[in-house]
């Protein structure tokens, strides 16, 4: 496979560093490595397969000779991308978009590759990324949807600090170290340390918050299906990487939790168990999407829940932007 | 009013704690108090309203003279009133038992005061105070079953380290100051700081946890209902005291978010928001079911979402077992 060269904005943030281990880890063929950053990280060096790159900033990026860029802008902020994702582009690179700008164009394919891969053929210069707790949910989903048909999903979220970046986790340590005091710069604007927060981003439409709605729009996008009924309730929790879900769903066609089993022990992308539990402390660093505690609702036919944990820097952004990638090849 | 002789078991956990708190705080005519805990609490004096009361074992406690006797037994253990509470009620005393023991007997009503008072006339000696987990879902949903009739509920929650007595507050407390090891005594299995664990009881039918079956079942029994489905999640986070519930419902009549609120703003220990939330850390120590984030699901009729938080300790168990006793005066 020839090598390809690769540009990288966002390379100093958590999800940038996490794209960076995972090119190496899936062993991308990276011929040549770009890396852009804000402007307080201009000049730092950051080592790729031992070799030191210069972060350079971006105030007039130059994407010529990029075969792939990668945003990876973090959710919460508008991303670089908007500004820049279009020249690079233009420039004959494709463009692989981490924030949430994109997602919901119609000329942009949202892709998850266990769930929707052909999608990417239709990329006119730009890809995006779903939002980390989509992607866990709809890989977990997408076996049992294409089998009994999805009518109604209800989930709500245990979400980590990690997917508001690096400032996410640096208040939830310092706030650990300091039993009374609220950290200033938290993005949480409460103390998030001992604490639940139900909200993810702004919120919108009918009291419902930006990263619910990303959960239902997001859902239906992917899975090509307008009808799938997706209720979510997203919580910050004080977890430092790692996203958890309780998922309840129906199916449309009569289902059973064996045929389900079945989808979920050889659907890729999901490690399931049928015997115990996965707790996000434990999968962090792992690109799998962990699946648990699958059971039946008694009161209602065709009715089932389901728990799934995944490392929202993993599988939840930089895996998932690097097996869009490896599609592209 | 005359005062009342009462009793309390568990006098020095967590809810025995929070028990004797409530009933100064509510000024509870108690013309006498007796205290029992387990033998190694044995001589400890605590001091009520002023007065210092020294802790008797339980080896072979004498209720003669009670008229009324608190059961204080935390969740998980089977509580000391499978033992004791017939002998109680025996000798005159009215058992008012926080336990899990007597809750699914048909003899034994169990009480939330706001929701089905009248219950309280038809005990027999016992009377059983809900899971904590149950009691401020059903605070919260009782005004809008009234009126609307509930179909179904979804319910996901997010459950303090108090739940499980002082060992999971120490668990809790010994782990955030130790970033790497778990303790040893943890009552939960693995480490619960910077974690999130699905499993609170022991998993049983269909691979739903002892917790998520009592939300099922003590719902049905509260509300006099056995046709609402209920579907339960019960998930402890790192939080030190008050549990929070994402509750996603479904009416029988149709419903609107204004006529809710409605029901809501008046409704008897509800403290109802529509332009913010609570979160546990906030709630701490007060006695009130916080209702917040009401809103409608566009993809359902009828069906709306809400989070629910209540200090579990207080209402969730002590607050609730003296309000029964007003009742019952």
Not at 216 to 244: C, L, M, Q
Not at 292 to 320: C, H, I, M
Request: aromatic share 6%; hydrophobic share 45%; charged share 20%.
């Amino acid at each position: 496979m020839t090598g390809k060269t690769v540009g990288l904005v966002g390379a100093t943030g958590l999800v940038g560093q996490a794209l960076l281990a995972v090119l190496r880890q899936r062993r991308f063929p990276v011929a040549g490595l770009r890396l852009w950053a804000s402007a307080r990280s201009r000049g730092r060096t950051i080592r790729f397969a031992g070799r030191p790159y210069t972060v350079a900033d971006l105030a007039r990026p130059d994407f010529a000779g990029c075969d792939i860029v990668f945003f990876a802008g973090t959710e919460g902020e508008q991303g670089a991308s908007v500004r820049f994702a279009p020249a690079a582009a233009a420039a004959g690179a494709v463009v692989i978009d981490n924030g949430a700008d994109f997602r919901m164009d119609p000329a942009v394919p949202l892709v998850v590759p266990e769930v929707n891969p052909c999608d990417v053929l239709r990329h006119r210069g730009i890809i995006a990324n779903p939002n980390c707790s989509t992607i866990q949910m709809v890989v977990a989903l997408a076996p049992i949807h294409r089998v009994f048909g999805l009518k109604r999903i209800v989930v709500a979220t245990y979400q980590s600090v990690s997917g508001a970046g690096r400032g996410g986790v640096e208040a939830l340590r310092a706030e650990m170290q300091n039993a009374k005091r609220t950290t200033q710069q938290s993005p949480f604007g409460r103390r998030i340390a001992g604490n639940v927060i139900p909200q993810i981003g702004g919120f919108s439409e009918l009291g419902y918050s930006g990263e619910e709605w990303k959960m239902v729009r997001e859902t239906r996008k992917i899975f090509h299906d307008e009808s799938i009924a997706v209720n979510a309730t997203t919580v910050r929790v004080p977890v430092a990487a790692g996203h958890s879900e309780s998922v309840y769903f129906e199916t449309q066609r009569p289902a059973t939790v064996r045929g389900i089993e079945k989808l979920l022990r050889r659907a890729s992308g999901v490690a399931y168990s049928n015997d115990s539990y996965h707790t996000p402390l434990e999968i962090a660093g792992k690109d799998d999407v962990f699946v648990s505690r699958l059971r039946p609702d008694p009161s209602t036919p065709d009715a089932f829940a389901l728990w799934v944990v995944a490392d929202n820097l993993r599988k939840g952004a930089a895996t998932n932007a690097v097996q869009i990638a490896e599609q592209l090849l």
